[in-house]
């Protein structure tokens, strides 16, 4: 194939993905007519604001959702809270990263998985428990559990744990294990050197090693939307997936997280 052959081939091809991309966002358009509230929380390196900026490894996959399908919606972070609540009474909102968990099922409906996350037992480097299992997790006397996006004390009170503190932000187990006010706190490996950070605490909590649970983040929209539209963002999300595309972004977004919080791999 000649030189300028190859040339005309490839404007040929790239003429046909930019009419491509046009009949789709033609197709979705009246799917995806009206305002989207977009809403998450404070939790980096997943969802975090810099210098007046919404970034973080959630945000970035749910904006190349919506490159994908032409959505300009904007995110804004708000309490958990505050965004859970709107999102669960007013139409036209959307929440993440929402861990999906059984007892919410049924009060949104749901764009998933932007990724899986687990859930270790952690603990104060200067206060080891020594616990080895989740039947030693549960006779501490206290764990620090959040009711914020994942929800740890939802999911630990269902597996039998009765030696629960109820707390309202995401940060707070960490800030309650790092100041010895907690024996375990339960958190994902990725967000456990962010909330040291944030306290001014760098390497002072470990993994135990004894897995909580493991859950997937999503997106959480209010019960009235149009199936028509999850439709649309679950098989953009699907189609980021089956790309490879998924995977770049998350690394991408990690490592410019851990740029902005000068955190060392």
Known sequence: MTSTTLSLHRAILARARRLAAICCLLV??????????LMTEDWPPFNYEKDGEVKGISVAIVRAIQQEIGDDS????LPWNRA????????????FSAVRLEEREALFKWVSP??????YFFENRDAPTGIRSIEDAKQVPMIAASISTNSDYIRLSAMGFTNLSQLDTISSPAR?????????GV?????QRFQEFQAGMPDQLVNTGVLAYS????IAFNLKTDDARIRVWQQALDGLRRSGALKRI???????AEADYAIAR
């Open 176 to 184: 309650l294990l790092l100041y010895k006010r907690a024996d375990l």
């Open 114 to 119: 932007l990724m899986e996350t687990e859930y």
């Open 250 to 256: 998350t690394a991408e977004a990690l490592e410019e």
């Open 74 to 77: 904007s995110i804004r972070i």
């Open 215 to 218: 859950q997937p983040l999503a």
């Open 187 to 191: 958190m994902s490996p990725l967000t």
């Open 28 to 37: 979705w358009a009246p799917v995806l007519a009206g305002p989207l509230q």
């Open 84 to 95: 859970y609540a709107l999102t669960l009474h007013t139409p036209g909102t959307a929440l």
